[in-house]
């Protein structure tokens, strides 16, 4: 049995990790508005998916309560590859959320270090927007407007 659960804790580790590498160059592509209106929603997912009993299923429909992920982080793929931005901007945050409620305290180095992973993409993206908003302020203190 130790086998099995360790086979597909591999394997969702692997599918968590190319959806990451996808969702970190969507990120990296977005612009200062984007990253805001970004940033915003995530915090608005992670609030949400941690109300749930199971956030690791926040966003799974049809469920099994007792499966060890959802579809979530699926869902929010689609949402990202609609070619919609409105649309793709949500879908990020979503996976983002449900991928750190996933990814957290399973207990494998492998699935650990894509949380570490989806911890560092949040703080960058934090950082690149309140940086961005303390620059902002520190040129209109001394006189001078940002550059877009």
Not at 63 to 81: F, I, K, N, V
Request: glycine share 8%; with cysteine.
């Amino acid at each position: 049995m130790k086998l099995l659960v360790k086979t597909l804790a591999y394997g969702r580790c692997w599918m968590l990790r190319r959806q990451l590498s996808e969702v970190e160059k969507y990120m990296s592509r977005l612009n200062t508005e984007q990253r805001r209106a970004l940033l915003a929603l995530t915090q608005r997912e992670f609030a949400a998916a941690g109300q749930e009993s199971q956030p690791h299923l926040y966003a799974s429909e049809g469920h099994d309560r007792y499966s060890p992920w959802g579809r979530g982080t699926e869902l929010a793929l689609e949402r990202m590859r609609s070619g919609n931005q409105t649309l793709g901007v949500r879908g990020v945050a979503l996976w983002l959320a449900v991928a750190y409620h996933e990814t957290k305290d399973v207990g494998y180095a492998s699935i650990d270090e894509v949380h570490r992973r989806v911890l560092r993409s949040v703080r960058q993206l934090r950082e690149s927007v309140e940086g961005r908003r303390n620059l902002d302020r520190s040129l209109e203190l001394h006189g001078a407007s940002a550059v877009g």
